[in-house]
């Protein structure tokens, strides 16, 4: 039923930050409130949630989106979903109602069709549809006018598989006291009788001879393996048995229609939910009751759960064994069927309760009792089929396939919100990721900046040290070389040969430990420097420990040359107190190596999270564009099927 409080919460919703065009535009589609308006309706909602799906995971994305405000949105993305469900219903009960003055004709009908086949041709042009098959063959059954399917449905042993017998004035099908039908047997239209059974294992299908249906169509028959046919309990039903197709001449079945008998619902958890899948195809229920059961509360959920809030409009309720029903008894039990039924039955233009007899009227068929047949209620049930599947069933299946595209709509919107609450969750983790590994990063950049300042200031510290080191080495050598010259003076050639290396590397060492200066050590052979000649002995340094000499002899050659001597020892002066050449060699830094490669991963890593963030939001975008796609896409074919001309 109609959800009308939940439609206007959802106006709330619109209203409440969303641009005022949508709360118009929705207005504006209830007010006339036919069923393709209430699917413009739920299209007006669908672009809401849409824009709010975006806005949570663009929040999410830009880590803008504080946890209260997310669940707020979830309850109006929630609010906005329930609203489009009972809008849905609205459009299945509208066209309900509409259809009482709805006479169309069989030119009318074929434009009808035709406009469909065309939407259906083009599906395969719709690339957001190559990648959803299943969406696709929802579409593509939406929109096929050449099959009509009539599910016979209901609680076991309700005379299901006896009825359909009646209809067709035969016996066809398997029918008995335990519980019989096990697979769902579907009857089409063929020129000559003609049955298969396909398997779920991958075998083949399979050609069956009339007698051979009850084993692939049946459980075990108890009273069968009791009398001891164990060969024949053998071959009977096997749940790798798919389903039986039935073709056959019956006038019922043509135009593509197609009947389906199917186990009983209550018989098996397995069996009862095969027949409940073939519920998404089926565009007509033929719901079968006992009337000695008048409506067992399981069957009345079945109908109000199973059928009507999922969408099925076209039910013919067939209340069987009437004739087991003593005649005073029987009043009461229709008007209890009327009444539970009333909600589900009495809104439509066709009759929808049918009470009858199906075991009578295929007696009364076999023997040609005209009357019999008439007074079993199943003609005027057959009347009530042929007149909804027949030439102009363009009504009937209107309702059904404004079922299944509702279906797809609910089924794009399913993907697109579970796209979000996925990209949203893996957003947050990403988030979570950036939030540690940025602390990281910033814990090992901090730790190599205080490296590089310390090591900078090392460097700076080293220039100082090495500019002063060279004033205080030119400050020695000016006054060691005033000093040489001094003392050369008046000292004699042999003095300044044998005497002066000493003199002079005290000298040295004096003023070098007058400036600070630390001074190259000697050589093993006791200068600093390769010296021709001279000779190396211990002396004080001046700092008291043991030195070599530094400064070579000059050669015996310079012995009457008293210039060239002192140019000798100018020259080791400046040899011992040059200033070393300067390293050029860039300084390493001392940042410890696994720090460095830490700091490389956590980088890497950093990228890699916003890398995969960045494709998540594009995959979320390019589902949630699809979405809008696809709704536009669904919107236009409810159009097709609704629209007159
Ligand atoms: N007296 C009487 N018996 C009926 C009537 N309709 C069906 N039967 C019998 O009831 C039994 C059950 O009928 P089925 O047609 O097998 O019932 P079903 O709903 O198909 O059963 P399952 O396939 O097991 O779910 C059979 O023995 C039928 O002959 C009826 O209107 N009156
Ligand atoms: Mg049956």
Not at 6 to 11: G, T
Not at 179 to 208: E, K, N, Q, W, Y
Not at 389 to 417: H, I, K
Request: proline content about 6%.
């Amino acid at each position: 039923m109609t959800d009308w409080p939940a439609i206007l919460r959802a106006m709330a919703v619109l209203r409440d930050g969303g641009p005022a065009e949508h709360e118009a535009r929705l207005a504006a589609a209830l007010q006339a409130g036919d069923a393709l308006d209430m699917c413009r309706a739920s299209a007006v909602l669908g672009d809401r949630l849409r824009d709010m799906l975006a806005g949570l995971v663009a929040g999410q994305g830009m880590g803008t989106t504080h946890p209260t405000t997310a669940a707020a949105q979830w309850e109006d993305i929630a609010t906005l979903r329930a609203a489009r469900r009972s809008l849905a219903s609205a459009a299945w009960d509208a066209l309900l109602a509409q259809d009482s003055n709805t006479e169309q004709s069989t030119t009318a009908y074929e434009r009808w069709s035709a406009r469909l086949g065309r939407e259906r041709a083009v599906l395969s042009a719709v690339p957001a549809l190559a990648t959803r098959p299943a969406l696709r063959a929802l579409l593509d059954a939406a929109l096929d006018t050449a099959c009509c399917r009539v599910l016979v449905l209901g609680n076991f042993k309700r005379g299901k598989s006896t009825l359909i017998n009646a209809l067709l004035g035969a016996r066809l099908l398997p029918a008995r006291m335990t519980p019989a039908t096990a697979v769902l047997c579907t009857l089409r239209h063929a020129p000559a009788l003609h049955i298969t059974v396909s398997f779920t294992d991958g075998r083949p299908p399979m050609a069956l001879s009339l007698p051979e249906l009850e084993d692939y169509v049946c459980l075990p028959d108890p009273s069968v393996a009791s009398m001891g046919d164990e060969e024949g309990a053998a071959r009977r039903f096997r749940p790798e048995i798919a389903g039986v197709e039935i073709g056959l001449p019956w006038p019922l079945l043509w135009d593509g229609v197609e009947v389906v008998d199917s186990p009983g619902l209550n018989e098996s958890g397995d069996r009862g939910s095969r027949t409940l899948a073939a519920l998404d195809n089926a565009d007509l229920i033929v719901y079968v009751l006992s009337a000695t059961e008048a409506l067992a509360a399981d069957e009345r959920e079945t109908v109000a759960e199973r059928l009507w809030d999922r969408g099925h409009r076209t039910i013919l309720f067939a209340v069987n064994y009437v004739n087991r029903v003593e005649a005073e008894e029987l009043p009461p039990v229709r008007e209890r069927l009327a009444e539970g039924l009333a909600p589900f039955a009495a809104a439509s233009a066709f009759p929808a309760l049918h009470f009858l007899g199906a075991r009578p009227a295929l007696l009364a068929h076999l023997r040609g009792d005209a009357d019999a047949l008439a007074a079993s209620g199943v003609p005027a049930l057959y009347d009530a089929l042929a007149a909804l599947t027949g030439p102009r069933r363009a009504v009937p299946l209107q309702r059904a396939r404004l079922r299944g595209l509702c279906n797809a709509m609910t089924t794009v919107e399913d993907e697109c919100v579970s796209a979000v609450v996925r990209a949203v969750a893996a957003l947050a983790r990403q988030e979570e990721d950036r939030r540690l590994l940025a602390n990281r990063l910033t814990t090992l950049e901090r730790s190599r900046a205080a490296t590089e300042r310390s090591d900078r200031l090392r460097r700076e510290a080293e220039v100082v040290r090495q500019a002063e080191e060279r004033r205080a080495r030119a400050a020695v050598l000016s006054s060691v070389e005033r000093a040489i010259d001094e003392r050369a003076i008046d000292q004699s050639l042999t003095w300044l040969l044998t005497e002066m290396p000493r003199w002079l590397t005290d000298r040295i060492v004096a003023e070098a430990a007058h400036h600070d200066l630390p001074l190259p050590a000697p050589t093993a052979t006791g200068a600093s420097s390769p010296v021709t000649a001279g000779t190396a002995f211990p002396l004080p340094n001046w700092d008291g420990s043991p030195a070599m000499l530094l400064v070579a002899m000059p050669r015996a050659a310079m012995m009457r040359d008293r210039a060239a001597m002192l140019a000798h020892y100018h020259a080791e002066a400046r040899r011992v107190l040059a200033s070393p050449a300067a390293d050029n060699t860039p300084d390493p830094t001392t940042t410890p190596p696994h720090e460095d490669r830490e700091l490389q991963a956590a980088r890497r890593a950093m990228a890699g999270v916003e890398r995969d963030a960045a494709a998540l939001l594009g995959q979320t975008r390019q589902a949630l564009a699809d979405a809008a796609t696809l709704e536009t896409l669904i919107l236009k074919l409810q159009g097709a099927l609704l629209q007159d001309d």
